[in-house]
């Protein structure tokens, strides 16, 4: 059951702690990217076996495949992806950067490029854990910013097929490459590239520990979007609030992982046994019960603090992935929240409207990170070129001030490059 503990007498450690199993895949990884490196389609095809349990004859997922998944999703919800990427569209398409020049010197101009990164890699987890929402939340902003090139790997089934959902996503939201691999070998295969599998410059993507390490491991030789940890929530509260949703909105997180943080900080007493009472009745009611009472059980806890404001504190300490403020009034403390992934404002905002309709992205910011990092974006998606202009007149005005810093740090020939194009002019 959750724990009920109130803030004054809980050590500040333990609000902010986040308990997780860690498992050491380092060496396993390294092993994989290695071999993936070397002997390239035959290493995913043998990793493949291995793992997915299935021999295929080719990785690439083929146009008639992706008809066929996409004639097999209820056109309910082909209907639904559609509006949902509007909205994902919709959103990101306003976080557009613009190139910027400024002439605002004689004979001086500076300015910046914005320039898509030209291939980027999507990494969609398969099986059991099959998000097509990640797939539009990934490759829409690609798209808005412009990628020439989004490349998609996912595992296969026994069968040898991808999930139907999956590929109807990637349909609707434009990916151009789909493969068939999952699992670090296709990390490494998308860093690398192989005889199927094209090496992209990006990789985004959630995944379990060996993805997650694969991607810490290739960074450097590609660009990654960040290192996802497991699911949180955190919901403040007030007296008036039903206990029953705001119990859901904690188990909507609590289901995912039995490593998952569930979260709730009130101003009422009555209000925090109310909902401890009502996670039993739903717990026993979800398909995933099993993992969402691990995860309630070790991780989750209610806080009790003496005002909505004392709450908003403890947000800011958490700095947590996803944060419902369930009060009449939230606008009125939006302001006051400086670490969050996501917010979720009023009492008819569940988390699970940004998962996959509202429009803001659902990856996001996990394990505190939320206090220096963003939610994925159409930033993550371009990278930004400077440049600069002087004509002789104006750099003859400057060159001296740049020789003299040049020498005051030691480095005589970024002095010379300066004043040499000049000195003859004194």
């Known amino acids: 059951m959750i724990r009920i503990v109130d803030y004054k007498d809980i050590d500040q450690s333990e609000i902010l702690e986040r308990k997780e199993n860690v498992f050491n895949v380092a060496d396993t990884v390294s092993e994989i990217i290695e071999n993936v490196k070397k002997d390239g389609d035959s290493a995913l095809f043998e990793y493949c076996a291995r793992f997915d349990k299935v021999e295929l004859d080719r990785l690439e997922v083929s146009a008639q495949e992706i008809d066929e998944a996409f004639s097999l999703v209820e056109p309910e919800f082909v209907e639904i992806l ?31 490029k914005v320039i898509p990164i030209e291939k980027v890699g999507l990494y969609v987890p398969g099986g059991t854990a099959a998000y097509p929402s990640s797939v539009l939340m990934n490759a829409v902003p690609a798209k808005i910013a412009g990628c020439a090139q989004i490349v998609m790997v996912t595992p296969p089934s026994k069968d040898g097929k991808v999930n139907p959902a999956i590929l109807a996503a990637a349909k609707v939201a434009g990916v ?78 609590a289901e995912h992982d039995k490593n998952a943080t569930a979260v709730l900080v009130t101003d009422s007493r009555e209000l925090a046994q109310k909902v401890a009472a009502e996670l039993e009745v739903q717990i026993e009611q979800l398909a995933r019960r ?41 606008f009125k403390y939006l302001d006051k929240i400086r670490n969050a992934g996501s917010v979720f404002m009023g009492k008819y905002c569940p988390e699970a ?69 000049v000195e003859d002019k004194d």
Do not use: W
């Open 82 to 112: 559609k509006e949902a990427k509007e909205n994902i569209y919709a959103f990101h398409s306003r976080q557009v950067r613009n190139s910027f020049l400024i002439n605002d010197k004689d004979g001086v101009i500076i300015g910046q």
């Open 353 to 421: 409207l940004g998962d996959y309709f509202s429009g803001p992205n659902h990856t996001l910011p996990t394990s505190g990170t939320a206090r220096f990092s963003s939610p994925l974006s159409v930033d993550d998606f371009v990278k930004k070129t400077q440049f600069s202009y002087y004509t002789e007149d104006a750099l003859a005005k400057v060159a001296r001030k740049v020789e003299f810093f040049a020498n005051k740090e030691g480095l005589g020939a970024h002095a010379k490059s300066a004043i040499i194009r």
């Open 176 to 253: 151009d490459r789909i493969f068939k691999v999952g699992g670090a070998q296709a990390v490494a295969a998308l860093a690398y590239g192989t005889e199927s599998v094209p090496a992209v410059d990006k990789i985004v993507g959630p995944g379990n520990a060996f993805v997650a390490e694969a991607k810490k491991q290739v960074f450097g030789r590609v660009a990654i979007d960040m290192i996802a940890g497991p699911s949180e929530i955190l919901v403040i509260a007030d007296g008036t609030c039903n206990p029953c949703y705001v119990a859901a909105d904690l188990l909507s997180q």
């Open 290 to 330: 099993d993992i969402a009472r691990v995860s309630v059980d070790n991780n989750g806890k209610i806080i009790i603090t003496e005002s909505i404001d004392e709450a908003i504190e403890v947000a800011n300490g958490l700095a947590p992935e996803h944060l419902e403020i369930c009060v009449d009034e939230p």
